[in-house]
């Protein structure tokens, strides 16, 4: 069985090369992280939603034309990667350019599945051509089953969204983080994360000319896809201590969300997070913010109702000001 649809998107043949290609450009359409060696035999790795991520290899390139790579998900004995092929050919037409995209390989069973997936990652990637923005992915917004590192996942999704909205002007703008502007929040993230992935046995490369979007979720995607290969049993050393890896998947949920709401506060944007998501970080907070760590880590705990959205409960328990977005 093969899935095959063609679409057109307004955009030259190498933009939609880059849009097909392109970790950034994936990630705004199709991949909560992405990570591509894009040659012949070159490996890549797209967490497509929370808890899901398919793999595979390039077997044919030709740039602006014509891509062919093998397509398996992690940890699926079904269809494990480089058990079926995706080709996608590209034609230049009046107006942009023709996206055929067809996936061989399939029982029935699994050709149905990937068609309402492919389905639907083609109209977003039609609608970020059209617009520019696909916008939030409600398939991604709230993951089932979900775990912490599933979480972590959905709240990386989040995170770049704002992320992407920042401008050079913002930089200086006063977060949340009482000793934090944008630039200095955005450099404890990258640090907790890079922090994060050391025990993990991976080494985060620091890309500090890079846009805050391109540089925090290539460090998270280095991170959580180390995080999924070691899984979350016994303990990390995370050089100050020993914890148990759980408690350093929380740390990696809460960094993400709440710094995500910290940087929507201080620059105005909008923060999309569904309550699936923030119930269970918020769980994952009451599992880790002890009393002790009030007064140094955390502030005191904001007082709000309990029949407050429980995003705003997750912020007022980390000691912030819940009032104003």
């Not at 595979?56 to 058990?83: H, M, S």
Request: hydrophobic share 45%; proline share 6%; with cysteine.
């Amino acid at each position: 069985m093969s899935f095959n649809k063609t679409v057109f998107i307004p955009v030259d043949p190498d933009v939609a090369f880059a849009l097909i290609t392109e970790p950034e450009r994936l990630r705004r359409w199709k991949a909560v992280a992405a990570r591509v060696d894009l040659r012949i035999g070159g490996e890549y790795r797209l967490t497509v939603t929370p808890g899901h991520s398919a793999m595979g290899t390039f077997t044919e390139i030709e740039p602006g034309k014509r891509i062919v790579y093998t397509w398996g998900w992690e940890g699926d004995g079904q269809l494990p990667p480089g058990a079926s092929t995706v080709t996608v050919n590209l034609e230049a037409v009046d107006g942009g350019t023709t996206v055929q995209l067809i996936h061989e390989g399939l029982t029935p069973e699994q050709e149905a599945g990937h068609a309402e997936g492919w389905n639907h990652f083609l109209e977003r990637l039609v609608l970020l051509a059209t617009s520019g923005d696909a916008g939030p992915d409600g398939w991604v917004a709230a993951p089932g089953p979900i775990n912490e590192l599933a979480s972590a996942e959905a709240a990386l999704a989040v995170a770049q969204r704002v992320l992407r909205g920042l401008r050079d002007s913002d930089m200086e703008s006063r977060t949340p983080c009482e000793d934090f502007t944008v630039s200095g929040l955005l450099e404890h993230l990258f640090g907790s994360i890079a922090s994060i992935a050391k025990p993990l046995g991976v080494a985060v490369a620091d890309q500090p000319a890079a846009s805050p979007e391109v540089r925090i979720a290539d460090a998270a995607q280095v991170t959580l896809e180390a995080f999924r290969a070691r899984g979350t049993e016994g303990s990390l050393d995370m050089g100050f201590a020993e914890l148990p890896a759980t408690l350093v998947a929380n740390i990696l949920n809460l960094e993400l969300l709440v710094h995500a709401w910290d940087l929507a506060a201080s620059t105005g944007q909008e923060l999309a997070v569904s309550p699936v998501l923030s119930e269970y970080v918020l769980g994952l907070a009451r599992n880790t913010i002890s009393p002790s760590m009030r007064g140094t880590s955390f502030a005191a705990e904001t007082l709000v109702d309990e029949s407050t959205a429980s995003l705003e409960r997750l912020i007022a328990f980390t000691g912030r000001e819940v009032a104003g977005i």
